[in-house]
């Protein structure tokens, strides 16, 4: 079984600064995905940046970065130069399967971290 | 692209009646779609996954009978609230693509 482990219920930046949400997860298959959503107070669930367990390079998707280590199965969130409308819900889940294919494959989310930005 | 479009975004139903809340792939073809629901403070559980023309597959503890599911079409996912109690009421979200898009979702309210 897949499991997602989010330690910090709640982090607190300051606006221009770096912070990293940490995520590990547990799981015997060598082939799986991670990912970052970001949920505001709307509800609704953004994607941010993907990490395949076969990419050797750590993804990146503008201010977002994974720092993917596979041997310590962890895939933290690094926000750089934090802005107010970061303050927000973020969500680590991992998927079965690297690449999807034709395939359909469910989630599995970590309790989440409540990133507050402080001006 | 690849949009999902979920209604209602909110609805408060009385206990007993039945909600109806759609999910809508709009610029793509969605075989699969993942019906998730999320309570207060907590995270998304996954309830049942819907395939567009057979029968939806539910999470252990998800009753069938009380959250119907229909995927009659390759771009529509319905998921039914059938005889609702205080208890239901909880934020209710979709998936397609693998984790790569979500409806914007629906709040619940059951009084």
């Known amino acids: 079984a897949q499991k997602i482990t989010q330690t910090q219920p709640g982090m607190f930046v300051q606006e221009k600064e770096a912070v990293t949400l940490d995520c590990t997860y547990d799981?015997?298959?060598?082939?799986?995905?991670l990912f970052w959503y970001k949920q505001p107070s709307s509800g609704e669930m953004i994607f941010l940046i993907y990490q395949g367990s076969y990419d050797e390079q750590n993804a990146t998707e503008g201010r977002y970065s994974l720092n993917f280590q596979k041997a310590r199965k962890s895939a933290n969130l690094v926000i750089s130069a934090s802005q107010l409308g970061d303050s927000a819900m973020y969500f680590c889940a991992m998927r079965e399967a690297a690449y999807s294919g034709a395939g359909s494959y469910q989630l599995t989310f970590g309790k989440g971290t409540k990133l507050s930005v402080i001006p | 692209g690849a949009v999902v479009s979920q209604h209602p975004s909110r609805v408060i139903c009385k206990s007993g009646t039945s909600v109806k809340i759609e999910c809508r792939s709009l610029?793509?073809?969605?075989?699969?779609m993942f019906w998730y629901r999320q309570f207060p403070k907590q995270s998304l559980m996954l309830m049942a996954t819907?395939?567009?023309?057979?029968?939806?597959?539910?999470e252990q503890g998800v009753e069938k009978d009380k959250f119907l599911i229909n995927h009659a079409s390759l771009t529509l996912s319905t998921l039914t609230v059938t005889s609702a109690h205080p208890e239901d009421s909880s934020f209710y979200i979709c998936?397609?693509?693998?984790?790569?898009?979500f409806g914007s979702g629906t709040r619940l309210t059951v009084v």
């Open positions: 799981t015997s298959d060598q082939s799986y995905g």
């Open positions: 610029d793509f073809q969605a075989t699969t």
């Open positions: 819907s395939n567009e023309g057979s029968k939806a597959t539910y």
């Open positions: 998936s397609a693509r693998n984790g790569y898009t």
